[in-house]
Every structure is written in C-alpha cells, then in structure tokens.
C-alpha cells in the first residue's frame, strides 16, 4: 500500500476509548453485581435451609 491508501484507510476506523473504558466499566460492575447478589442469595437460601 502506498502512503495514499494507509491514510484513506487509517480514517475507516474510529475508536474512541473513552467510551470503550465507560461500556467495559459498566460490564465489569454489572458482572460483579450479579455475582455478589447470586452468593448472597444462595447463603441466604442456606442459612433459612431452603
């Protein structure tokens, strides 16, 4: 490819971290949420021997 084509194709693309970083924020938060809440619930299940 010559200098032309790399600069044509380098606009194809756009990534803009910051809302990158706020979407894998929210997944991560989510996850652990879900998470927390499942252990909860099955140690509360377990203490009230459900």
């Known amino acids: 490819m010559d200098k032309d084509n790399t ?3 380098g606009h194809v ?3 803009d971290e910051g809302k990158i ?3 894998l ?3 991560v938060r989510g996850t652990v ?3 927390l ?3 909860l619930d099955a140690e509360a299940d377990r ?3 459900a």
């Open 7 to 9: 600069k044509k194709l």
């Open 37 to 39: 809440n499942d252990l």
């Open 47 to 49: 203490l009230c021997n």
């Open 33 to 35: 949420e879900q998470t």
């Open 13 to 15: 693309v756009h990534i």
């Open 21 to 23: 970083r706020g979407h």
């Open 25 to 27: 924020d929210e997944m």
